[in-house]
């Protein structure tokens, strides 16, 4: 049973959600010092995961979640818990939108004015690209663990 997960459409999609959420938990630490958050907001979008709709519908995969409004609605909410985390929670909804984009389906940014999905042909979620961003965001870490403690070191 554990094998047939593998190579599988859950196994992908555990490993984009994970994706989302590393460069989420990067940006978060960089930018705001607030990780977790970061990577809260990374997720975010794909909470739509959990209605029944079909893909592209407004409430499906890659529907009203994957907007600018939502985005907007998102980082409103977060506010209310300060700066740091509205931010953070912006960062991390911003990247995911970001690497969606980048796939051939592209995302409805300007929904509801337009259900269109828009987007650029890169595929951010193809496996190399993956392990390039897996990778580079390894790197963030590692940066950003030596400069912090030589900040508090000096």
């Known amino acids: 049973m554990a094998l047939e997960f593998f190579g599988s459409y859950h196994a992908w999609l555990a490993m984009a959600i994970g994706t989302h959420a590393l460069v989420g938990y990067v940006l978060g630490a960089a930018t705001f010092s607030r990780p977790t958050v970061g990577a809260l907001g990374a997720v975010l979008a794909d909470v739509d995961l959990l209605f029944p709709g079909p893909d592209g519908a407004p409430l499906g995969h890659r529907g009203m979640t994957h907007s600018a409004l939502a985005l907007g609605i998102a980082v409103a909410i977060a506010s209310y818990w300060g700066r740091d985390v509205a931010g953070s929670v912006g960062i991390g909804y911003v990247s995911q939108l970001a690497i969606d984009a980048t796939t051939p389906k592209g995302i409805p ?46």
Request: hydrophobic letters at 50%; charged letters at 15%.
């Open 109 to 154: 940014i300007v929904f509801p004015l337009s259900t269109e999905n828009v987007g650029v042909a890169w595929n951010l979620h193809s496996k190399d690209a993956t392990i390039l961003l897996l990778g580079l965001c390894a790197v963030a870490l590692i940066l950003e663990r030596h400069l912090l403690r030589s900040r508090t070191d000096g």
